[in-house]
């Protein structure tokens, strides 16, 4: 079983739409919950960091995390077609150096 | 503005011959990692510095080799590149090695073998 598993996609909604995304993983040990955004050919960019179980807001973007599930969300409000983009979890545990990634979802936000 | 930049951008070469692959840091960061990344994958560690102490994943090919001549460059070095090796090569960093940290990324070389 892969340490982190994502939907890869393609995932098309029009602007305006909510989008959720979403990963699973396996290892209970994992405590810093990572979503970063991929422009295409260009590298990864930290969108949200949050750290155990909860929910953290930044502007239209909503991270969610349920350790007893072992499930983490991404919420993108009023998208926008500037959203397009792949979207990649991460994990790590305190004693992790490597960041565990999901192989990223692919949006696509139509005008 | 503090940052990552990986040179260059787009690289290609034949295959078996040797390619440098650059990354330069503003941010002063103790650790530097080299990411493999291939379309629609997961990226994936190659090795990593934690100021001048190397250290190799163990499924990393030894045909991959990297160097860190000091805290701000950092250099991957493919000796005979396969067809295989095409991707995308993502240089990062973080202040530490703790699982807290967080890492920031280049750009990316696109490298490409012929």
């Known amino acids: 079983q892969k340490e982190v598993e994502q939907d890869p996609g393609p995932l098309s909604v029009p602007e305006g739409a909510i989008v959720s995304l979403n990963c699973t993983y396996s290892n209970s040990a994992f405590q810093y919950f990572m979503w970063y955004r991929q422009y295409s050919r260009k590298g990864p960019e930290l969108l949200m960091y949050?750290?155990?179980?909860g929910n953290k807001e930044d502007g239209r973007f909503t991270a969610q995390v349920d350790k007893s599930s072992k499930y983490i969300s991404l919420f993108i409000r009023d998208s926008q077609p500037s959203d397009s983009a792949t979207y990649l979890c991460a994990v790590n545990s305190n004693s992790g150096y490597a960041l565990n990634f999901g192989k990223g979802t692919s949006l696509l936000v139509t005008p | 503005d503090a940052m990552v930049i990986q040179n260059p951008r787009y690289q290609v070469t034949q295959f078996g011959k040797p390619v440098t692959l650059s990354c330069s840091q503003t941010?002063?960061?103790?650790?530097m990692y080299w990411y493999q990344q291939k379309s629609s994958q997961a990226p994936k560690l190659l090795f990593h510095y934690y100021d001048k102490d190397f250290n190799n994943e163990a499924d990393t090919p030894d045909n991959f080799q990297s160097r860190r001549p000091n805290t701000s460059f950092c250099f991957l070095d493919i000796r005979s590149p396969g067809l295989g090796d095409a991707a995308m090569y993502l240089c990062a960093t973080a202040p530490g090695l703790a699982g807290r940290e967080t890492q920031y990324f280049g750009p990316g070389t696109r490298l490409l073998v012929l």
């Open positions: 941010l002063n960061h103790n650790v």
């Open positions: 949050t750290y155990s179980s």
